[in-house]
């Protein structure tokens, strides 16, 4: 099976919707029967935030895509940095590093950056 990783560095508030564009691509990719695996670092990390408001159009999809066995991955400096370090309270969302990043990187057959 083909594995595919997913980079979001991009915030799920920004005016751009990278991040958006990642959970909806990353959708179309289980859809195909890849392996997605999505590693979430600086902004991009705030789309796990339990706290981020229902009303964002990413919330619904990355719940919708956690229950059906998205690989979330979020970079450990990050979570630190966003005072998540006593551990993480989303079900599903996995604290990770760089040499992980590094791991997914070499193990992927596609990787996307947003």
Excluded at 14 to 43: C, H, Q, W
Excluded at 44 to 54: I, T, V
Excluded at 64 to 71: I, K, Q
Aim: some cysteine.
């Amino acid at each position: 099976m083909t594995k595919a990783l997913i980079i979001l560095h991009a915030a799920p508030d920004a005016p751009d919707s990278r991040a958006y564009t990642a959970i909806r691509l990353a959708g179309a990719m289980l859809a195909d029967n890849k392996d997605v695996y999505l590693f979430l670092v600086e902004d991009g990390a705030r789309l796990a935030d339990p706290k981020l408001p229902e009303g964002n159009p990413c919330r619904a999809l990355f719940y919708e895509l956690l229950d059906v066995g998205l690989d979330v991955q979020v970079c450990g400096g990050t979570m630190r940095r966003l005072g998540w370090e006593d551990g993480y309270p989303l079900p599903g969302v996995k604290k990770s590093s760089m040499k992980g990043l590094s791991a997914l990187i070499s193990e992927a057959d596609e990787v996307v950056n947003f």
